[in-house]
């Protein structure tokens, strides 16, 4: 069965410092890869994709992620954050069956 | 485009009593449509997938007499929690899917139950 594991649960960082979310995915054939953001009591909005091509993938808000395939990693980036990027993030998986698996969530906390 | 949206956003009710959310997808036709519920701090976990017209798909764990899911209309489904208990406290989010696989999603309701 396909897995997505977020290796950090919750992630403090100053604003205008970069930051990367880690996921990792299991997997053994290919895949339709997402990042969500939820901000507190919303629903999720989709930050990017990874469907095939390209491995580095852009998103909303400036944020970016990189499809490594023999890594079987998707970690999202962001280059300089802002306060109102603090939110939780999900990384997820589209898998065969027709649904979407999900990794644990990353807290993101910017501080100024 | 792909916009879904759920009524109430949140819900009070007492312990016992039966609640109804609604999830539309306001600008598509959603052939599928899928609900979700999630916990303080914790990830989203799928109770169950809906095919319009047909009864839907329960995720193992997931009581369907207690989650009652109608999927009448491309562009309406609704989950009615049975005898709402403190322990279904949650927040619930839907999401829907049309002609393609990709899931969009509504903004999820609250439900208390005291």
């Known amino acids: 069965a396909q897995s997505v594991t977020q290796l950090d649960s919750q992630v403090p960082v100053f604003e205008e410092a970069p930051v990367e979310l880690r996921c990792n995915y299991s997997?053994?054939?290919?895949?339709?890869l997402f990042w969500y953001v939820q901000y507190p009591n919303q629903g999720l909005q989709l930050l990017l994709k990874?469907?095939?091509?390209?491995?580095l993938v852009k998103g909303i808000n400036g944020f970016e992620a990189e499809f490594n395939k023999s890594q079987t990693s998707f970690h999202l980036r962001k280059p300089s954050v802002h306060i109102s990027d603090t939110a939780e993030y999900f990384c997820?998986?589209?898998?065969?069956?027709?649904?979407?698996?999900f990794g644990q969530g990353t807290e993101l906390s910017v501080k100024p | 485009g792909a916009v879904v949206s759920q009524h109430p956003s949140r819900v009070i009710c007492k312990s016992g009593t039966s609640v109804k959310i609604e999830c539309r997808s306001l600008d598509f036709q959603a052939t599928t449509m899928f609900w979700y519920r999630q916990f303080p701090k914790q990830s989203l976990m799928l109770m169950a997938t809906s095919n319009e017209g047909s009864k839907a798909t329960y995720e193992q764990g997931v009581e369907k007499d207690k989650f009652l899911i109608n999927h009448a209309s491309l562009t309406l489904s609704t989950l009615t929690v049975t005898s709402a208990h403190p322990e279904d406290s949650s927040f619930y989010i839907c999401?829907?899917?049309?002609?393609?696989?990709?899931?969009?999603f509504g903004p999820g309701t609250r439900l208390t139950v005291l």
């Open positions: 990874y469907l095939s091509g390209s491995t």
């Open positions: 997997s053994s054939v290919s895949v339709y």
């Open positions: 999401s829907a899917s049309g002609t393609g696989w990709e899931q969009f």
């Open positions: 997820a998986v589209h898998n065969q069956g027709g649904k979407l698996i």
